[in-house]
């Protein structure tokens, strides 16, 4: 009898001993269309320790049978998962409805659902920013923002201008105010002054924001927004979210795309008179109203020790369209992520090629 209850304990034991055994387990998280979840949570309950999951929803967690795992995401309900005898774990998450989750970013990185939010707001992910392989931060959000008129107002490297809901003060500047991860950005423009060139156009602070770099921009409009950060945002406010490093491997990323410009309309110009007026020529005058271009030689430009070039007097067919080129912008761009649970990392390069039409 002895010996029989000594067997039953060493077998109760050794089941202890292999219930609790930690095992490593593999899996992926995918939601209720079979789409991967990108860098899910995944935490085991009892000891809180966790892993994040890759950009294909794929994870590796050392676990004991009988632990529950703790499933959260990004735009997926959480859940909670029993950890069985087998070593691989597919999983499944549901959607939540996007538009009882959109959030709005506020003051400070903070964030606000936002159908609470007291005013006028638009979001732009990375995506639409960069669909067009645009040089500027806003240059791909022109037409997409209701109520704003956005326009460079020059060559390349010139400011962007933003005015949100028309112009609401005379006689000074009507720009929102912009804010990079919750620090205010001087957006004044640029000034050559060492030419004493006055008025020259060399960019705003927005130039200096590499399109590649931002995860999404919000619109806050109107006076509302002021209450954020006071009278600097009375016209309004740019939040711009710029991206971050994230917990998994190492993840190399490039954009690049090429546009090209060109003068889309020229004004007219009669050529059916040459130089003077009142159909008489007069090598002083730079009128065009002298006599008639018939075609035939005539003496024109500057007396040279008392001689004169010849030439057709005929007209020059689209002088001012010959004059311009077709502009062209390259733009490169290469970023580095990656990291752990503790420490993360994002950085990036880009390169940008910008020739006008003059």
């Known amino acids: 009898m002895r010996k029989s209850l000594t067997l039953l304990a060493v077998l109760v034991l050794s089941s202890v001993l292999v219930f609790a055994q930690t095992k490593v387990l593999t899996g992926r998280i995918t939601d209720d269309k079979g789409q991967p979840v990108p860098f899910a949570t995944i935490k085991v309950k009892s000891t809180k320790s966790g892993v994040s999951a890759d950009g294909d929803g794929n994870f590796t967690i050392k676990a004991k049978t009988g632990d529950l795992l703790e499933i959260s995401g990004t735009g997926v309900s959480a859940k909670e998962v029993t950890v069985g005898e087998s070593l691989r774990l597919n999983i499944t998450l549901e959607r939540r409805n996007a538009a009882m989750t959109e959030v709005v970013v506020t003051a400070l990185g903070q964030t606000q659902s936002k159908a609470r939010v007291g005013y006028s707001t638009q979001t732009f992910s990375s995506a639409v920013i960069n669909r067009n392989a645009s040089v500027g931060a806003l240059d791909g959000l ?12 020059g060559g390349p490297g010139a400011s962007t201008k933003v005015v949100l809901r028309s112009f609401g003060l005379i006689g000074t500047s009507n720009q929102p105010l912009y804010v990079i991860d919750g620090v205010p950005l ?13 008025g020259a156009d060399y960019g705003n602070g927005m130039n200096n924001i590499n399109p590649n770099d931002i995860e999404s921009i919000t619109i806050l ?3 509302a927004a002021s209450s954020l950060y006071g009278g600097l945002a009375k016209n309004g406010a740019i939040m711009i979210t710029t991206k971050k490093g994230r917990a998994g491997k190492l993840r190399v990323e490039y954009s690049g795309g090429a546009n090209w410009s060109t003068v889309g309309k020229l004004p007219e110009y009669q050529d059916q008179f040459g130089q003077g007026w009142g159909g008489v020529f007069v090598l002083s005058e730079n009128g065009s109203w002298g006599p008639r271009m018939d075609g035939q030689n005539r003496k024109w430009g500057s007396i040279v020790d008392g001689d004169q070039l010849s030439k057709p007097f005929s007209p020059i067919k689209d002088p001012l369209r010959k004059f311009y080129t077709t502009g062209s912008e390259v733009t490169n761009s290469v970023s580095l992520s990656g990291g752990n649970d503790i420490t993360r990392f994002y950085a990036s390069y880009s390169n940008v090629t910008s020739d006008g039409v003059v």
């Open 186 to 198: 001087s957006d004044g423009q640029f000034q050559h002054t060492s030419t004493g060139i006055d």
């Open 142 to 153: 022109q037409g997409k923002i209701a109520g704003a008129d956005i326009s460079t107002t």
């Open 221 to 223: 409009k109107g006076t």
